[in-house]
């Protein structure tokens, strides 16, 4: 990790702000199956609920841990999500159950 905290090394950064200038990462995207969510012009509230997980997964997991490769990081992540976040963290957004509980009871 770098004095500021940041994973990533500057070419790596450099490499995807490329990738988004040359308009090269949606063919990316979409070689790998994955379909790129934009944002709608002006309308800040878009990806709330995505920004507040990678939040709340950066504060509960990624800043608590050094994964040495992409692997780990996956099955630590997945192991995250599944064992934890899905199934014991409770969400006001959904009156106080896990995800699990609100899409038993739906």
């Not at 950064?13 to 040359?22: N, R």
């Not at 990806?47 to 608590?64: G, M, R």
Request: glycine share 4%; net charge positive.
């Amino acid at each position: 990790m770098s004095k500021n905290g940041n994973r990533y090394s500057e070419e790596f950064k450099q490499q995807i702000i490329e990738l988004y200038k040359s308009g090269s990462i949606v063919a990316y995207l979409r070689s790998h199956g994955i379909v790129h969510s934009f944002s709608r012009k002006e309308n800040p509230y878009d990806n709330a609920c995505i920004e507040s997980f990678h939040s709340l997964l950066k504060k509960e997991e990624v800043n608590h841990k050094k994964y040495y490769d992409f692997n780990t990081a996956g099955r630590a992540l997945f192991e995250y999500i599944e064992s934890w976040y899905n199934r014991k963290r409770i969400h006001s957004a959904i009156n106080y159950l896990t995800p699990q509980a609100a899409h038993d009871a739906a």
